[in-house]
Nanobody, 114 residues
Framework: QVQLVESGGGLVQPGGSLNLSCTAS????????RAWYRQAEGGQRNWVAL???????NYADSVKGRFTISSDNAKNTIYLQMNSLKREDTAVYYC????????WGSGTQVTVSS
């Protein structure tokens, strides 16, 4: 089993930056995807960025060029560096791992507003 805890959310002005962290405890020997999703109020939960086992990053078109996903395996942590934030990036951001099972964190709120 894997437990995920996100941190780093908050209130930021348009054009600003935030760096989210997701720290995992426990293990899943079949882990093959680590990702970030987000869900705006009243909306669906959508994929934002992911890392496969080869650490190749993939991004949703809406964040490409502005967000960067990375990992520190020694710390069992993945990050989401978010730059040039827009109001439409406002959402709860969730960490997601997939292996033998799927795992979700409880989310961290990101609000982009002046």
């Amino acid at each position: 089993q894997v437990q995920l805890v996100e941190s780093g959310g908050g209130l930021v002005q348009p054009g600003g930056s935030l760096n989210l962290s997701c720290t995992a405890s426990g293990s899943d020997p079949r882990l093959n995807v680590r990702a970030w999703y987000r869900q705006a109020e009243g909306g669906q939960r959508n994929w934002v960025a992911l890392l496969t086992n080869g650490n190749t990053p993939n991004y949703a078109d809406s964040v490409k060029g502005r967000f960067t996903i990375s990992s520190d395996n020694a710390k069992n942590t993945i990050y989401l560096q978010m730059n040039s934030l827009k109001r439409e990036d406002t959402a709860v951001y969730y960490c997601y791992y997939r292996g033998r099972d799927t795992y979700w964190g409880s989310g961290t709120q990101v609000t982009v507003s002046s």
